[in-house]
């Protein structure tokens, strides 16, 4: 369902946006850097996302709702292949310098004018089955754990094992199509603390002194990272008063959950008194983004969701996309959390981290 109204600034960014946002994270480039000649950070994530179009290929290939896909996907990997190799060359063509955000939407141009709309159908439906099934135990586990810090803190490392379920990354792309990722062993063996940005002690301080009025939480993966990570920290937040808004991407890309789809997966998780395992969920709302990537620009989002944000005291950006290589620095007027798997080098680099280590940022406003 696309919103027919134009894109609107998220209203819980500091003002003015103009001067105090940039989405991109990463600086690909400075002021003081020739214009005509790629930089070194330009040519390494160019390589990142070179890295990657064997494994995009591959799924197009194999998309059962595109006549000729062999041949399609074939053509996109070219056609992508040699746009990336033009931006080394020369950094200023297709709309360039080149940041994360255009790399990404070219990617997207490219499937979508050869027909391909959602290579990760088969795979995001399967996940998602699978977490499913595995959801009211993981709630039940929780809901275990009496002390409030220890549950908040099971929560989160839940989001994060959750996160680990990127196709858009090459090697867990390779991990997960050998033998698929384990939940609860994802849990068991995240790095451990302190992680590369770690600010949950105070997140879990203020989480038992304050119930937030209401949540907007920007989602990122199907399977795990929604229903088995995001899903049950959304319900706990629901059970102590707090209204919810799950914001999602309005076009399918990577392997990230739709906002339709994520209405059809909440709606499937309710028991028979419409209630998320035993938790009135009149106060969990889906939102439309308006976004159609892994990553996201906050200065543009849906008028439904700016409209339905106005008075959220809480944002969280989920996702090495959302969290991590768009917004991790983005300044709010309300608290905000930013949580993610680091799942490239190239990231963790920046960072100062390792690879697969884990970001946790909360401001208070």
């Known amino acids: 369902m696309e919103s027919s109204s134009p894109p609107v600034p998220f209203p819980q960014l500091q003002a003015p946006v103009e001067s105090t946002y940039r989405a991109c994270t990463i600086p690909y480039r400075f002021p003081s850097d020739n214009p005509r000649k790629a930089t070194p950070v330009e040519i390494q994530w160019i390589d990142l996302f070179l890295n990657s179009v064997p494994s995009f290929k591959q799924r197009a290939e194999n998309d059962p709702t595109v006549p ?23 950094p200023e063509s297709h709309g360039g310098p080149p940041d994360c ?6 990617r997207e141009l490219i499937l979508r004018e050869l027909g391909f709309n959602d290579i990760f159908k088969k795979v995001k439906d399967e996940e998602n089955a699978k977490a499913m099934s ?47 990722m384990s939940f609860l062993a994802s849990c068991q063996n995240l790095l ?30 199907s399977g795990a990272d929604i229903i ?16 919810v808004i799950l914001a999602a991407n309005d076009m399918p890309s990577i392997n990230d959950v739709t906002y339709l789809e994520l209405v059809e997966i909440v709606n499937k998780l309710k028991d028979e008194n419409g209630k998320l395992a035993g938790v009135d969920v009149s106060d969990l709302l889906v939102a439309n983004s308006g976004n159609d990537l892994p990553v996201i620009d906050l200065s543009s989002v849906s008028p439904e969701l700016a409209y339905m944000a106005n008075d959220a005291d809480l944002v969280v950006l989920e996702g ?8 991790l620095y983005a300044q709010m007027k309300c608290d905000s959390i930013k949580v993610g798997m680091v799942k490239h080098p190239e990231v963790a680099q920046f960072l100062g ?13």
Request: overall charge neutral; aromatic content about 10%.
């Open 68 to 90: 000729d896909a062999p041949a399609k996907a074939e053509k996109f990997a070219q056609r992508y292949t040699s746009i990336l190799e033009e931006f080394k060359k020369n």
């Open 101 to 106: 955000i255009l790399l990404c939407r070219l």
């Open 134 to 180: 595995l959801f009211e135990g993981v709630v039940r586990r929780n809901d275990e754990i009496e002390d409030d810090e220890k549950r908040a803190e099971n929560l989160i490392r839940g989001i994060l094992a959750g996160n680990i379920f990127d196709l858009g990354s090459a090697q867990l792309a390779e991990v997960f199509a050998k033998d698929g």
């Open 192 to 221: 451990s603390r302190p992680w590369v940005i770690d600010d949950l002690d105070a997140f879990k301080n203020k989480w038992t002194k304050k119930s937030w009025e209401k949540a907007v939480i920007f989602v990122d993966n």
């Open 228 to 243: 088995l990570g995001i899903l049950p920290f959304a319900r706990e937040l629901l059970r102590r008063g707090t209204k």
């Open 320 to 327: 090495m996309g959302r969290g991590i290589e768009t917004n």
């Open 353 to 365: 981290g390792r690879l697969y280590d884990c970001v946790f940022k909360f401001n208070e406003a």
